[in-house]
């Protein structure tokens, strides 16, 4: 395995760089104040559109898709440190347009959807003109086991019928987001894997109805957010399935793969800047006669913390070579590992970082109880740690069967 960067990535690597430095950095602070205190889902804070604007300017529009015509042309292991780089800050993955969810709904219609679903919702997507969301897990079920899944998407005549109510569905608060992407069982005396169904469905069509945005640890993520929506005899045309009946599970592995390399290496990315601000805070503060930085405590803290970085970086890379080399399906080990490794190692890091900051660090004044909150959310997201975890031991125990 070779992990060295082409020069096609070293100099996307220094224009990201530079590009955080001048512009990110300089305006988070400004993009929240810009959201509208009353209904902060009720508008988008214009620094983010002149972001955008500028970030296309400069080339750096659509980088995640892998070997696509529609992005860069990247393989995963290629967009891998590109994606670190914006994971330093909350509001980066949107300027660039590579933000989650849109990222994967992006990549499902890529390479799933028909000529006309592409032309109808792709091209908006990719251009930043519109936002999407993705709705599988439900409130009333586990929804780490997707089996469990009990909306419907049932066939009628030239049109399907959705029912169901999903929750977390990222993004639904953008008063940009026009298209959710439905999971549902369209048949449920099929094979278990071939019950579900994913299916388009626009978020002002008759039936659809945001019932609430969800908080994060108080944080409401707006204007993007996480909604729980109710779809009640919802009646969108039978074209707007994606693939077929039965392929809902098919397309969760296909989008999964490179969403999770995706989420470690911008946690990867977060915890870098955590340990950066970590190592200035401490050579500022003096505490029983000497700096922070000469406590033996602190020390520790800021070893563990490159050694864990750097391992958790390195098996992301691993993940994302075998993605490109061999597939998915024998990487699925190692996308399983690094779902694990990268938010725990992340979210020791930024806590380490919060702690060196005091009082502080649980503030907005810096960004770190932010990230915490943000990076928390991962060890569920993608599935809980704890089904990573079984699969991780059934394959390794498959070895000695």
């Known amino acids: ?29 400004l993009y929240y104040e810009q959201l509208d205190a009353k209904d902060p889902f009720s508008k988008i804070p214009s620094i983010m559109e002149e972001l955008k604007e500028k970030a296309k300017q400069h080339g750096l529009w659509n980088l995640f898709l892998p ?24 509001i980066a993955p949107e300027v ?3 933000a989650a969810p849109d990222t994967g709904n992006m990549e499902v219609l890529v390479r799933y959807g028909t000529k006309e679903q592409k032309e109808k919702w792709l091209q908006p997507l990719l251009d930043g003109e519109i936002r999407s969301c993705f709705s599988m897990t439900e409130p009333d079920v586990a929804s780490s086991d997707a089996t469990n899944i009990q909306a419907s998407i049932i066939r009628d005549g030239d049109e399907y019928v959705i029912n169901g109510t999903k929750w977390w569905s990222s993004g639904a608060g953008d008063p940009r987001c026009k298209i959710a992407i439905v999971m549902g069982k369209n048949d449920p005396d099929a094979p278990t ?53 039965g392929k809902g599970f098919a397309i969760a592995q296909g989008r999964l793969g490179p969403g999770r390399i995706h989420h470690c290496m911008r946690s990867i990315g977060a915890a870098e800047r955590a340990l950066e601000e970590l190592c200035k805070r401490v050579q500022e503060r003096t505490a029983f006669g000497k700096k922070l930085s000469q406590q033996g405590v602190i020390q520790e803290w800021i070893a563990d913390s490159r050694i864990e970085i750097e391992q958790a970086r390195l098996l992301t890379l691993k993940a994302a070579y075998m993605m ?42 810096v960004p770190l ?3 915490w909150a943000n990076i928390r959310t991962l060890r569920l997201a993608d599935g809980p740690d704890e089904v990573h975890r079984r699969a991780i031991a059934r394959y390794e125990l498959k070895k000695y069967l």
């Open 67 to 90: 070997e696509s015509e529609y992005g860069a042309g990247l393989t995963n292991l290629e967009y891998a440190p590109l994606c670190e780089i914006m994971g330093r800050s909350s």
């Open 1 to 29: 395995m070779n992990f060295s960067y082409s020069e096609k990535v070293k100099d996307l690597q220094k224009k990201l760089i530079d590009f955080m430095d001048e512009y990110i950095y300089s305006n988070e602070k």
């Open 193 to 245: 894997y071939e019950q579900q169904s994913m299916i388009l469905v626009p978020l002002d069509t008759p039936g659809v109805t945001i019932k609430r945005m969800l908080p994060v640890f108080g944080y409401d993520h707006a204007p993007h957010g996480h909604a729980e929506i109710e779809y009640k005899n919802v009646r969108v045309p039978a074209s707007h399935m994606l693939w077929g009946e």
């Open 369 to 371: 109880a932010a990230s």
């Open 96 to 98: 660039f347009n590579c």
């Open 324 to 365: 490109d080399t061999a597939g998915n399906k024998e990487a699925k080990g190692e996308i399983a590992m690094i779902k694990v490794v990268a938010p725990n190692m992340a979210l020791k890091v930024i806590d380490r970082a919060i702690q060196a900051f005091g009082a502080a660090g649980v503030s907005d004044d």
